[in-house]
């Protein structure tokens, strides 16, 4: 029906009713919190990789290990939160930790960001059809008349349909074109990029003639120094974005396996709070974790309520509760006789 393991807490700690009344309402807020900041740590890796799963999947792991095998083997971590300190102090520690990475990670993926998006302006440029496409990878300057007073070289895109009647019309769109000065440079599925020489005072009616037969006048100057200047940008971009690359995703594996064990101790702390509101004290509670098959909910949840239904007469007609509640959002739909909190290892939705 599922497999069921037994949590190690450490039930240590002492406080007043009223106290752990006002932790167990801080506790709800803390836990959505952390499990948001989970949820974008491991997103952002999603994105950061391109949604490549096995990838991503490699990357989320907790203490080394994949998540279901953390959780079903958790055992409290004394170091980073020693039990002598009060309830309060470890959920304030536990805050302030992932508050940190939180932080971390807006202003690092903020910087990732904005290199991607602006190497991706730039390769945007030389994609594209001939129409919008940067044309500076392509032509040459041999393609062109350079350094003349009166002769000019225009880029004309031809719509393949219409290539003939190009060679055909292009010497009388306009008075003064060059004879035979049109070559093909280029091409895409659609169209021919040509060029044409004629002089500069005769480019307006050219255009406009131009435009009339469906060929397309290309706004472009050749110009050595930008288009050098361009390329070097882009392989800047392209270098500085390789090298965040490998730091960026080392962060966000080991932030990920912090944040997400962090909200595992939250969730400890939670049914600790819990279990000592409902059944006082002294401690005399045990907690499990229990991986349900998703076709044997419903039978589980009525075993679970026979079992423990003298504990809470109250939660008695919740029984028949809708069980694919999503996320951990606790409602009174979901207030069973037991302590019960929901660990959703399925972090990411891929397209």
């Known amino acids: 029906m599922c497999y069921c393991s037994t949590s190690s807490l450490t039930p240590s700690w002492v406080g007043t009713l009223d106290v752990l009344v006002g932790l167990s309402d801080e506790l709800a807020k803390l836990d959505a919190f952390v499990e948001g900041v989970v949820k974008k740590v491991a997103q952002y890796m999603a994105d950061v990789l391109e949604d490549s799963k096995d990838k991503v999947q490699e990357n989320l792991l907790a203490n080394g290990v994949d998540l279901v095998t953390y959780i079903t083997r958790f055992q409290w971590d004394m170091a980073k939160y020693p039990i002598k300190q009060s309830l309060k102090n470890i959920s304030e520690i536990i805050a302030k930790g992932v508050t940190q990475i939180d932080n971390d990670l807006k202003s690092r993926a903020s910087a990732y960001n904005n290199l991607k998006g602006n190497l991706q302006n730039l390769e945007r440029k030389n994609a594209g059809s001939l129409l919008t496409r940067s044309l500076a990878e392509i032509v040459k300057k041999d393609d062109f008349v350079l350094d003349s007073e009166y002769l000019v070289t225009l880029l004309v895109v031809v719509p393949k349909l219409n290539h003939n009647d ?186």
Not at 215 to 233: G, L, P, S, T, W
Not at 309 to 334: C, F, R, T, Y
Request: glycine share 2%; aromatic share 12%.
């Open 166 to 351: 190009w060679i055909k019309q292009y010497e009388t769109l306009a008075e003064m074109v060059v004879p035979r000065s049109s070559n093909v440079l280029s091409e895409d599925q659609d169209s021919y990029l040509c060029n044409v020489t004629l002089f500069r005072k005769a480019v307006d009616d050219f255009r406009h003639k131009a435009r009339e037969n469906k060929f397309i006048v290309r706004d472009f100057q050749y110009n050595e120094e930008e288009m050098k200047a361009d390329k070097e940008e882009m392989n800047r971009l392209s270098t500085d974005k390789k090298k965040q690359f490998g730091p960026l995703v080392r962060w966000l594996k080991v932030n990920f396996s912090e944040a997400f064990i962090a909200w595992i101790h939250v969730k400890a702390l939670r049914v600790f709070v819990e279990s000592v509101l409902r059944y006082g004290l002294p401690v005399n509670f045990q907690a499990m974790l229990l991986q349900p098959n998703k076709k044997t909910m419903k039978k589980l949840r009525e075993v679970l309520h026979e079992l423990y239904k003298h504990l809470d007469s109250s939660a008695a007609a919740i029984i028949d509760a809708p069980m694919d509640i999503p996320g951990l959002n606790l409602s009174q739909q979901e207030y069973y006789p037991y302590v019960y909190y929901k660990i959703d290892c399925n972090l990411l939705e891929f397209k």
